[in-house]
């Protein structure tokens, strides 16, 4: 066997121990395309596709080309990508030389030495879909043992993105909500500090931030920070 490939079922089985808490959501892509192109039969190069509020975008791929070829269908916005992304389901294009669909595309792909693909649709969530682009450079590269090697990947491959995404999703949020607290804290500050020297009210004092935040082209919170850190230095 070649020391480059991995087993389909040594693949499925490192999908499985992903540990969301230790590895990026971009890391978690570049790991699927990987072992899909290792792992499932006559691929050349592999993409992923994700497609959120109607905008499609190469995640992760193994080479140039691949992204390529899917950045082509973005444009045009036709091709087997999308319409898996769309449809959920497995877009087989067995020869260039012979398909009808997607004409302008086909044609790139043929012109960049391409002679199949098979995309195959990941739903990753209500509002996240996705698509596994698994590119070969001969014709009929993908036959049905590779097919059903490769939806079983895809099968396990989108959990691990369904996982991924709501992990990233939720530390992202709790990421903001952390800023936004601290944000809150230190505007407040600030709004004792100007009801100190002013003897105005927190509506008044928080008026004064906000004209000092226009005047000077700074946010608020930064506006704020300047002033505590000020106050703490004059201690």
Not at 138 to 152: L, M, P, R, S, Y
Request: glycine share 6%; aromatic share 6%; hydrophobic share 45%.
């Amino acid at each position: 066997m070649d020391p480059s490939r991995v087993r389909p079922a040594d693949a499925l089985a490192e999908l499985g121990r992903i540990r969301l808490a230790e590895v990026e959501l971009d890391k978690v892509l570049h790991r699927v395309a990987e072992l899909a192109n290792q792992s499932i039969p006559g691929c050349a190069y592999v993409s992923v596709t994700l497609t959120h509020a109607g905008t499609a975008r190469t995640a992760a791929a193994t080479a140039e080309l691949a992204r390529e070829l899917d950045e082509w269908q973005y444009r045009y916005d036709q091709g087997p990508c999308l319409d898996a992304s769309a449809s959920a389901e497995s877009l087989l294009v067995p020869d260039m030389a012979g398909e009808q669909r997607w004409a302008g595309w086909v044609a790139r792909a043929r012109a960049a030495g391409v002679g199949s693909s098979l995309s195959i649709g990941l739903p990753i969530q209500e509002a996240v879909t996705g698509a596994l682009n698994l590119y070969g450079v001969a014709a009929h590269a993908f036959d049905a043992e590779a097919i059903a090697v490769a939806e079983d990947f895809a099968a396990y491959a989108a959990v691990a993105l369904a996982n991924a995404h709501l992990y990233d999703s939720t530390a992202t949020l709790a990421r903001q909500m952390r800023d936004a607290m601290r944000s809150r804290a230190v505007i407040e500050q600030a709004k004792g500090i100007i009801m100190g020297q002013r003897r105005c009210s927190p509506d008044e004092a928080f008026a004064v931030l906000a004209k000092l935040s226009q005047d000077s082209n700074r946010k608020v919170r930064d506006v704020a920070e300047a002033m505590v850190a000020a106050v703490d230095t004059d201690r």
